[in-house]
């Protein structure tokens, strides 16, 4: 099984900042990875597919980049809404979700 | 556009059995990978299983936490997913989501409780 180590688990942050969460895969898995953001009581929503493809209506802020074992979901400049848990998948063998980051207002 | 609609949660005893429903539509049920995910309160999210699409076989695969223990299915004249879960533990009290990448239901509230 593949496992994905996330970090950091949380994350204070002002208006304003760039903020980088990262994920680590057990093994290869080429660019088979999404980052989802969660809000309280609210379906994931995805942002980023295979690795750096922005969600279609996704804000430009956000981003993804890497491959094979190391991935990074980037957000330019922290916005108001942007105050959530956010999570990585890797969907190359069956699926595995990260452990979360949640990011708080500062 | 794709709706994802799950229904069938609610309270049952540990040991008992319930089955989720995921009635979709926008798009055939029958071809697409459609999986399942749940999240215990508080917690993660957690992939449960999938099935693929009839053209690549119809086959499912599990979690190793409810191999042998839940089922998914669907019914094509229904366009709907299901989830049979039997022999219901505590810990698999959660919210279950089916999804069909990118999109995903609301998200319907299993409770297993004495």
């Known amino acids: 099984d593949i496992q994905m180590t996330q970090s950091p688990s949380s994350l204070s942050a002002s208006v304003g900042d760039r903020v980088t969460i990262t994920c680590r895969a057990s093994?290869?898995?080429?660019?088979?990875l999404e980052w989802y953001q969660q809000k309280p009581g609210k379906a994931p929503k995805r942002l980023i597919y295979?690795?750096?493809s922005l969600q279609s209506g996704v804000p430009s802020r956000f981003s993804g980049s890497g491959s094979g074992t190391e991935f990074t979901l980037t957000i330019s400049s922290l916005q108001p809404e942007d105050f959530a848990t956010y999570y990585c998948?890797?969907?190359?063998?069956?699926?595995?979700f990260g452990q979360g980051t949640k990011v708080e207002i500062k | 556009e794709v709706q994802l609609v799950e229904s069938g949660g609610g309270l049952v005893k540990p040991g008992g059995s319930l089955r989720l429903s995921c009635e979709a539509s926008?798009?055939?049920?029958?071809?697409?990978?459609m999986s399942w995910v749940r999240q215990a309160p508080g917690k993660g999210l957690e992939w449960i299983g999938r099935?693929?699409?009839?053209?690549?076989?119809?086959?499912?695969d599990y979690a190793a936490p409810v191999k042998g223990r839940f089922t998914i299915s669907r019914d094509d004249s229904q366009n709907t997913l299901y989830l049979q879960m039997n022999s219901l533990k505590t810990e698999d009290t959660a919210v279950y989501y089916c999804?069909?990448?990118?999109?995903w239901g609301q998200g319907t509230l299993v409770t297993v409780s004495s």
């Open positions: 999804s069909y990448r990118p999109s």
């Open positions: 926008g798009f055939t049920v029958s071809n697409g990978w």
């Open positions: 099935i693929r699409a009839k053209i690549d076989g119809g086959t499912t």
């Open positions: 093994q290869d898995i080429r660019n088979d």
């Open positions: 295979a690795a750096s």
């Open positions: 998948l890797q969907h190359n063998s069956d699926w595995t």
